[in-house]
């Protein structure tokens, strides 16, 4: 008799997890909040438009071609990579363009950053050599306790050591002179949901992901098809997925979970059972451990929270990248207060996702569907929203003057989602976007495992788990846990 596997949320690292089980032989049953899978990757329409809620582009594209080749089927949706990457604004109007080929890149830089390709080449070497030395040892990677951990770290290469004593500004500013190339090159650390400042150096290893090793990728038709894609595949199987029903408590016998519990009082049973939820709030919340009480929760570092603005115009944008970022003039003093200081909104910074630039479906004809993301703090720090249209309003105004065309009159549709509405929707704690950080206390075996410290049939999957957030990360995540699940 097939063994039942109950999966509690559909976000990627619950599909990913159902799916690669299934293929090894297990029954799937999905329980999930809302009334759609997909969870943070999500999507939207509204008169129209087509909206991703959540990524809005993929990196790593072999981890899913090789989890597909693990699972025995085909990647079920269509990708090109990016070139440029993206483009990044600044306040006075010059536009960088992030091209793959570095030559290309550094001529944008000639008059600004002396040698900016020799400067690129060195710090791209270090950032692949510490993905390298660091992908199959400490990411890849499962830990049964605190001490595996460190014996992992151990095994990787000592020269590395000093930049686990650095963080990832420390790390760029090692290589570049000019604020410019600083800036765009640590971009990439507020992808984990904080900023350089307080992200670990070691995180650099993103720019050889970035620039050397596969880049970004535009998925055909928007993010959304990755979920398509992966359920369709589950049902195709006999996966069974029961949408709006929050579990709420578990049942148990000695050190064994006998059932789910949902808020309606339906009981769910099976052999198994995969927690995609958030790993540290479900133990908090639903299994009051006290570990991860409420005032241990508060005591966690989180990621910030993101303010999301859709719009759908009736104009066409044709001098915007598919991805673009547009910084101001205060870049250090902006990120050092953002995580924490609802002032620094005043002037925010943000990335602008134009989806319709290579998926025309997703919008009308002669029509933009923009995706607006502002990070912001958390509910932690700013509880109070009823400023939020006054936040978009100037966003929308400073976008409008930075690209020479006022969008508001073209507005058809404006959708905002606040850390409210995502911890709302999506039980993030205080609206954190990407779940606990990635500083060092909570990197690799120091994060919440992905196997119950008490239920032995009892496993976590996502990004509060390990190795954490990305949507790559969630692949490996399910990887990772699965590999224990067969394993019992």
Partial sequence: MKKKVIIVGTGLGG?????????????????????????????????????????????????????????????????????????????????FRLNKDIKKLAEQFSDIESDFEIKMEKYLDKASALYNDTIDIVIRNNFDTKLDFFISLMKVNPVHIPVLMKTFWQQVTQYFDSHEARQIV????????????????????????EFRYDGYHNVEGGMYKIVEGIVDLLKSRGATFHFNKEITSVEAHND??????????????????????????????????????????????????????????????????????FLGSNYEEYAHNVLKNPDSLQKPYYYINVVSKHNPECAP???????????????????????????????????????????????????????????????LYMGSGLGLSHRMNQIGGLRPKNFDEQYHNLFYTGSSTTPGAVLPMAVISAENVCRRILNI
């Fill in 186 to 209: 640590s971009l990439v650390a507020f992808f984990l949901g904080r900023t350089p400042f307080d992200t670990m150096g070691i995180y650099s290893l993103l720019s050889n992901v």
């Fill in 256 to 325: 064994q979970i006998i059932g789910v519990v949902d808020k309606e009082g339906k009981h769910y049973e099976g052999d198994i059972y995969l927690i995609n939820a958030d790993a540290a709030l479900f133990r908090g919340r639903v299994l009051n451990r006290k570990k991860y009480s409420e005032t241990n929760l508060r005591k966690m570092e989180w990621t910030m929270g993101y303010l999301t603005i859709y719009i759908g115009v009736n104009c066409k944008l044709p001098h915007l990248d598919l991805h673009n970022y």
């Fill in 365 to 427: 004809e002669g029509c933009e569907s923009l995706f607006f993301v502002c990070p912001v703090p958390s509910l932690q720090y700013k509880s109070d929203w009823s400023d939020r249209d006054e936040i978009v309003d100037s966003i929308l105004a400073d976008f409008s003057l930075r690209i020479g065309t006022d969008i508001i009159p073209h507005i058809v549709t404006r959708t905002v989602y606040t850390p409210k509405e995502w911890e709302r929707e999506f039980n």
């Fill in 15 to 95: 599909l990913c997890s159902g799916l690669l089980l299934q293929s090894k032989g297990y029954e799937v049953q999905f329980i999930e909040k809302n009334d759609r899978p997909g969870g943070r990757l999500n999507r939207f329409e509204q008169e129209g438009f087509t909206f991703d809620t959540g990524p809005s582009f993929f990196s790593m594209s072999y981890i899913f071609k090789d989890f597909m080749k693990e699972c025995g089927l085909e990647l079920p949706f269509r990708f090109i990579e990016l070139d440029p990457l993206y483009s990044v604004h600044f306040p006075d109007g010059r536009i």
